[in-house]
């Protein structure tokens, strides 16, 4: 008798210094698909003996769309575009570069006003859609930190015969490059567009 244990690939998703990030759009690609929530911690279940998997996490769910982007954020980013003070690490360049275009310019620092004018209430990049975060494999070394891009957004495993545990990203906000995002304050709807529909309603009026 031969006897498999479906393996499990689990993990964390992390802010660079504010602990577990909630409220994490998390999606499972491969053998088989699925898209759900995490707080923090994940966990895909169900997986067969030799599946293929990729995780990738979004999130684009602020409640408080300009949480942790204020004025100083626009000061250090045009700071570095001058070459006046460089942001110091690579993350912090990833959050800086908001339009997704692996540059960070005065088209960054535009659209971060704007974020935090309330004209915005998402980043847009050609590549990845609308989205206020960004994400990387906390595993990847990245070959210059001056330039982290492109960066390794996903984790992928293929043949699984085993568990995956500890499998982390790391997580900035968007436009947040002295990580001032409240955890507290960020909360974001799991849910980002309800419609309601009503099939053959009698509506009445009162006089």
Known sequence: INIY???????????????????VLLNASGTSSNTFFVNGNYKTNCLSQGSNISLKPTKNNDITKANGINTTDVLFTQRHILNITK????????AADVNGDKNINATDVLRIKRLILGID???????????????????????????????KDSISFTNLTSNKINQTFIGVKLGDVNYDWNPLVAKGSLIDNVELIIDNADIKVDK
């Open 87 to 94: 942001l110091n690490s690579a993350y912090k360049i990833i």
């Open 5 to 23: 244990i479906n393996p499990v690939v689990g993990g964390r998703i992390f802010h660079p210094t504010k602990g577990l990030i909630n409220n």
């Open 121 to 151: 209430t998402t980043f847009t990049s050609a590549a990845k859609g609308n989205r206020l975060w960004e994400f990387v494999d906390s595993a990847y070394q990245f070959p210059d930190t001056t330039n982290p891009f492109p960066f």
